[in-house]
């Protein structure tokens, strides 16, 4: 699986620690200038609730087009943007770009909620919450409909700082979610003392669950004790039709993996929704999904 790096499957090189430097510094030094000249994408993958498959939400993941390296997945320079301030502008772009298009789907009768992954920065800047509250009264977006996706390591790394902050996000009424879940070295115990919504287990344990009976229990309590917790959770990394059907056997509420779609650019996202968005009684729209 290692060698999987989303869409664009293989890796092209082998660089030595050195290229690797460089490259890091290269793509600090140009995220800014990206940012303004439009080669930074943000692609949206849908998630399902598994009992109705209707398309509840979508992830914000983004994509950088590089002029020179091709199209860059965000484990290729989130990283180093995280290293530095840039990480705030890239939160913002992808937030406002998320909160648009949210705002588009409402006046389409679609209630579509977006998620937009935190770095630990954001969870470490007293004024961020301040900024969503605008963003969302700017964009007229309830709050349910945006939801921050954090880890267990950004939020552990420095929880006296990040915890204020969690709080006042989840007082503005948006949804948190812990990402990744089951990878860090946190128990599930601690999920009881933070301000959270959602679970995402890590696809790692998703991938697997279908032939290994481990990765398949560890899934199992991680759905039983969320929903024990009062979370909503969700299941990332679904690849197979017996996955799902396994998920939706044990309870899991929502779907989100290459089975129903790879995060597509807006137009075609757009495209994929429109082919599953069917009219209710000529009223409201509503997407019902034909997997
Ligand atoms: P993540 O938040 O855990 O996002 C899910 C990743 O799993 C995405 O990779 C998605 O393309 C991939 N994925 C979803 N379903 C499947 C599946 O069925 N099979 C496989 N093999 N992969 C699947 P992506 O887009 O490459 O993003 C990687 C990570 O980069 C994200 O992991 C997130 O931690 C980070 N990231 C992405 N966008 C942003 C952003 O705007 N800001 C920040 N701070 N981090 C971001
Ligand atoms: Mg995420
Ligand atoms: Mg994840
Ligand atoms: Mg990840």
């Given at each position: 699986r290692a060698a999987r790096t989303g869409d664009a499957g293989v890796r092209r090189y082998a660089p030595s620690m050195g290229q690797i430097f460089l490259r890091r510094f290269q793509l600090v030094t140009q995220f800014r200038q990206a940012l303004d000249t439009g080669q930074v994408e943000v692609h949206f993958q849908p998630k399902i609730a598994?009992?109705?498959?209707?398309?509840v939400g979508v992830e914000a993941l983004v994509r950088w087009v590089h002029p020179e390296f091709g199209r860059l997945d965000p484990d290729e320079f989130v990283p180093a943007v995280e290293a530095t301030g840039l990480v705030d502008a890239l939160t913002s772009f992808v937030m406002e770009r998320a909160l648009i298009e949210v705002r588009g789907w409402l006046d389409r009768g679609l209630r579509i909620s977006a998620a937009v992954n935190l770095s630990v920065r954001n969870l470490a800047d007293e004024n961020f919450p301040e900024r969503v509250g605008e963003a969302l009264s700017r964009h007229e977006?309830?709050?349910?409909?945006l939801t921050f996706e954090l880890t267990e390591s950004g939020v552990m790394s420095d929880p006296e700082r990040a915890l204020p902050v969690l709080r006042r996000l989840h007082a503005l009424g948006v949804v948190l979610a812990v990402d990744d879940f089951g990878t860090g070295y946190s128990s599930l115990a601690y999920l009881r003392q933070l301000p959270v919504d959602e679970v995402k287990i890590d696809k790692s344990f998703v991938f697997g669950m279908g032939s290994d009976l481990s990765d398949m229990a560890v899934v199992r309590s991680i759905i039983e004790l969320g929903h024990s917790l009062g979370l909503v959770v969700v299941a990332e990394g679904v690849e197979e039709d017996a996955v799902r059907d396994q998920l939706v056997e044990m309870g899991c509420d929502i779907a989100q993996g290459y089975l129903i779609s790879?995060?597509?650019p807006l137009d075609r996202f757009e495209a994929w929704l429109q082919a599953r968005t069917v009219r209710v009684r000529g009223l409201y729209d509503e997407t019902v999904l034909t997997l």
């Open positions: 598994l009992r109705s498959r209707a398309v977006v309830p709050p349910q409909l790879r995060p597509l």
